[in-house]
């Protein structure tokens, strides 16, 4: 039997127009902090954590069957989490689309029997800093939202490795196709 596990994560992968806008407001916020790598920088919509390989292929088919339309995302306010002590970007209006495909993608996830391993409510963010020092100031003011057109889905792994986290997209499905 196969017991390798992954641990895997469904997100919104910017393009390289959208990962440059990231990479500007990131580099805002004040440097009190381990600032996100660029190529690390994304929006989880699940997190699955551990899955067993063998499984990956029932994620696989409940992510591409998911039915959702392309929207756009306007990320228009910078954060803190204390206690998570992360640094963020996210919406002060998150749209219907977003959660819509995040209920969807949970759904059809629990029916493949992926059960959420997070209770807390589902709150879109980019972290742009991690292990920020609590004495942070107010969270810098954005000069312009970022606009960011999504128009597909990752699934992606995290893998560990000296320098940190390293993400990888494993596989991408277009939105709006059905
Ligand atoms: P974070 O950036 O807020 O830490 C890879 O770890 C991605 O999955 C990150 O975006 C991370 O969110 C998110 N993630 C990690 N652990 C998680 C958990 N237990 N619940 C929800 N999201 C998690």
Same mark, same amino acid.
């Given at each position: 039997?196969?017991?390798? =596990?992954?641990?895997? +994560?469904?997100?919104?992968?910017?393009?390289?127009?959208?990962?440059?806008?990231?990479?500007? =407001?990131?580099?805002? !916020?004040? @440097?009190?902090?381990?600032?996100?790598?660029?190529?690390?920088?994304?929006?989880?919509?699940? +997190?699955? #954590?551990? =899955?067993?390989?063998?499984?990956?292929?029932?994620?696989?088919?409940?992510? @591409?069957?998911?039915?959702? &339309?392309? +929207?756009?995302?306007?990320?228009?306010? !910078?954060?803190?989490?204390?206690? @998570?002590?992360?640094?963020?970007? #996210?919406?002060?209006?998150?749209? $219907?689309?977003? *959660? #819509?495909?995040?209920?969807?993608?949970?759904?059809?996830?629990?029916?493949?029997? +992926? #059960?959420?391993?997070?209770?807390? &409510?589902?709150?879109?963010?980019?972290?742009?800093?991690?292990? =920020?020092?609590?004495?942070?100031?107010?969270?810098?003011?954005?000069? @312009? $939202?970022? *606009?960011?057109?999504?128009?597909?889905?990752?699934?992606? %792994?995290?893998?560990?490795?000296?320098?940190?986290? %390293?993400?990888? !997209?494993?596989? *991408?499905?277009?939105?709006?196709?059905?």
């Amino acid at each position: 039997m196969n017991t390798a =596990v992954q641990r895997l +994560f469904l997100a919104l992968w910017p393009g390289d127009a959208v990962r440059a806008r990231l990479m500007q =407001v990131r580099d805002t !916020v004040p @440097a009190r902090g381990r600032p996100v790598a660029d190529a690390n920088l994304h929006l989880t919509l699940v +997190f699955m #954590g551990s =899955v067993a390989v063998s499984r990956r292929p029932a994620v696989e088919a409940a992510a @591409a069957g998911a039915a959702a &339309p392309a +929207f756009t995302l306007e990320l228009d306010q !910078v954060g803190y989490w204390p206690r @998570a002590r992360v640094a963020w970007l #996210g919406s002060t209006a998150p749209p $219907p689309a977003l *959660t #819509g495909l995040v209920d969807c993608l949970q759904t059809r996830l629990a029916s493949a029997g +992926f #059960g959420d391993p997070d209770p807390r &409510p589902y709150r879109p963010h980019v972290t742009l800093l991690r292990h =920020v020092d609590k004495r942070l100031g107010p969270p810098p003011a954005l000069q @312009a $939202p970022v *606009t960011w057109p999504v128009s597909s889905v990752s699934l992606v %792994e995290s893998v560990t490795c000296a320098a940190g986290a %390293e993400y990888r !997209v494993l596989h *991408t499905w277009p939105l709006g196709g059905h």
